[in-house]
């Protein structure tokens, strides 16, 4: 009995719970056909640089949406910004296949490069800079390095940050968005498992659940699977009331409920409330045999010829199981 919830008891955590940054990629920026209509009716006021945030992000949501890029150019270019205009006409080009807005982009990307090489204290072509990221992204996504400084997330970032528009934004999310969940749910996995976890790793889970919402669609369980991690965290560092706040709420909404269940009862049993930790076992997990060793264990804590009484029913239902 001892050695069960020891094995529990001693898994090695981390406090974690970094707060959420601003989405990056995908749905949770927004939709991106209501962003062009929003910066089509804010172009049409002639309210460019605000069309051009608009039509920016709407390129973040869906970097597939090619016809963005060409409004983002053209706002650009009302607005003077001369390289931005010309980068992303360069980009809508690349992107789109033949079809009449083709033509009429290429004339209005031909104009734009004859202004820039007239122009001064225009900003440098970002081009290069781009080129240098996405290395630094790639390399870091195949080193399996997706936090931190020099991260593929901290590139991709930057990429963001600094205005990159192509459709390849989008595959580099959805390569990110999976790297991360595949960590984070490894990560999940051997804590259930009680394997052996280092307080570094487990740092690292709230944070690449919130890495791949930031990037993509939410993925299954991360708000319970982050609630568990972070009970285990609290209940590593003594606060067993935080700790089984948190296996509670994990446990109402995630396929592995019954082991968030255990694991609150465990809180409780550290938290000194022993009585309600198999109340809590007997209500949730009532098959479980852990609910009957600490049954054994509770009752000989009381006199030996209590323990030997649990024991005794414990063995003769091992022996001689109840039909249902």
Known sequence: MRSEWAVAAGLVVAVAGAAAAEPLVGPAVGNADVLVSEGSKLYNHKQVAQAAESFL????????????????????LAAKQLTRACYEYRAYLKSTPDGPDRKKAQSESDL???????????PRDPGPQYVELRATFFAALERRELL???????????????????????DMAAKLHDAAIEAADKLHQRVLAHASVTE???????????????VGPAPADYLAKSAFLDGVAAYA???????ES????????????????????????????????????????PDD?????????????????????ELEKLLFSKRFPAVK
């Not at 045999?289 to 009484?309: C, F, H, I, N």
Request: proline letters at 4%; hydrophobic letters at 40%; glycine letters at 10%.
């Open 289 to 309: 045999p852990r609910t009957a060793v600490l049954r054994v264990a509770l009752a000989a804590g009381k006199s030996p010829e209590a323990g030997a009484d």
């Open 57 to 76: 992000k709407a390129t973040r949501a869906n970097p597939a949406a090619v016809q963005a890029y060409l409004l983002l150019a053209r706002s650009h």
């Open 200 to 214: 570094a790793e487990l740092r690292t889970a709230r944070p690449l659940y919130q890495l791949a919402v930031d």
């Open 246 to 285: 948190l296996f509670a709420e994990a446990a109402k909404a995630a396929s592995y409920g019954n082991e968030y269940k255990y694991h609150r009862a465990m809180a409780l049993y550290r938290g000194g409330d022993q009585k309600g930790a198999l109340a809590a076992l007997e209500a949730d997990l």
């Open 112 to 122: 734009c490069e004859r202004q820039l090489k007239g122009a001064k204290g225009q």
């Open 148 to 170: 931190g400084a020099g991260s593929a997330s901290e590139a991709l970032r930057a990429l963001v940050r600094e205005g990159f528009v192509s459709p390849e934004l989008g």
């Open 237 to 243: 560092g003594g606060d067993f009331k935080r700790s």
